[in-house]
């Protein structure tokens, strides 16, 4: 469980500067929320693609979580809550979904070790 903990520090670290960069409302209900989504999402996916018996598992579970993401942007443009920056903002939720696949990634293995 180190290697999970020593990554999610490491997100978390880089996350507070991300979010500085992209200028969002961290404290905003709508947008905790929204983060955990994203983050969440790195975890279904990475769940998706190794433990689930899909005949073209990857491509079927990208398709899910693009299609949820891309949903999610335009519920955000629909709500005017991407006014700043669209392409931080996509990248800002880009990496909240890869930082939660490498956090999945690291729970999957030190839960494998232990």
Known sequence: MKLFWFVLSIGLFLF????????????????IFNNLYHFFAGFIFLVG???LKIKHKFR?????VVGVLILDG????SQHGLDKNYLMTYLYNLYL??????SGLAFDKSRKQS
Do not use: N
């Open 60 to 64: 079927t579970v990208l398709m899910l």
């Open 49 to 51: 693609v190794i433990k």
């Open 74 to 77: 335009i519920y955000d443009y």
């Open 97 to 102: 979904l890869f930082w939660g696949t490498v």
């Open 16 to 31: 507070y500067f991300s979010v500085q960069a992209a200028d969002v409302p961290f404290f905003s209900v709508e947008m």
